[in-house]
């Protein structure tokens, strides 16, 4: 169980266009998803926290315009790069959170690799 | 907010051998601390978890301890295999409905035959 997927699991764009990533709880309902960012050979950079049914919060420093989080439903989120740049290349994870208040833990997708051409 | 220190950056182990990862926190109030496993192009995979009210947890071959006086817990590897080779992430949170986890800088494991 606690199985998380992303999709998908690397996209290619060129500079200026959006892409969406979608991160699904399969086998659990999740009211907590989170977005990470990570560099090669890097530890994973919290980009931001989504909560079913609200806005997402994000952590300083990350531009909440350029980084859309919608999460619309307790197994859904999705991040939307809006006219993504060459920086932005990078690989994308999300998580869910499942479980009780303080039995919770939180569990991976696979990670998306984005590369702005 | 909370720091959490992780130790070596790197480890080299023969197979068969044992491996020791320790982290550190800063923050008291932290309270479960787990440990992901990220293997090359994939997302980090839970692979042991203890809370505070434990000083230490097992699981087949993967050992975890707390030693909350001190603030570090440490994940303990035996009869390590190559399938073991690896990054590893230690890290912390207190848990509720506004925890995040920080991680640590990861341990990259390498197990040689």
């Known amino acids: 169980g606690a199985v998380v997927s992303q999709h998908p699991s690397r996209v290619i764009c060129k500079s200026g266009t959006s892409v969406k990533i979608e991160c699904r709880s399969l086998?659990?309902?999740?009211?907590?998803m989170f977005w990470y960012r990570q560099f090669p050979k890097q530890s994973l950079m919290l980009m931001a926290t989504?909560?079913?049914?609200?806005?997402?919060?994000?952590e300083q420093g990350v531009e909440k315009d350029k980084f859309l989080i919608n999460h619309a439903s307790l197994t859904l989120s999705t991040l939307t790069v809006t006219s993504a740049h060459p920086e932005d290349s990078s690989f994308y994870i999300c998580s869910a959170r499942s479980g009780l208040a303080r039995q919770e833990t939180q569990y991976f997708g696979p990670g998306t690799r984005l590369l702005v051409l | 907010g909370e720091n959490v220190e992780q130790h070596p950056s790197t480890l080299s182990v023969q197979e068969g051998d044992s491996a020791v990862i320790k982290c550190t926190y800063s923050d008291s109030a932290s309270n479960y601390f787990p440990w992901y496993k990220q293997e090359l192009g994939k997302g980090p995979q839970l692979i042991i978890d203890i809370r505070s009210n434990v000083g230490e947890k097992k699981d087949q071959r993967i050992a975890v301890t707390l030693n909350k006086t001190a603030k570090h817990f440490s994940l303990h590897i035996t009869e390590t295999q190559p399938e073991d080779s690896a990054v590893y992430f230690c890290?912390?949170?207190?848990?509720?409905?506004?925890?995040?986890?920080?991680f640590g800088t990861g341990t990259r494991l390498q197990v040689t035959l």
């Open positions: 890290a912390a949170s207190m848990t509720g409905t506004a925890s995040k986890l920080t």
């Open positions: 989504s909560n079913e049914g609200s806005k997402a919060t994000y």
């Open positions: 086998d659990f309902q999740a009211t907590t």
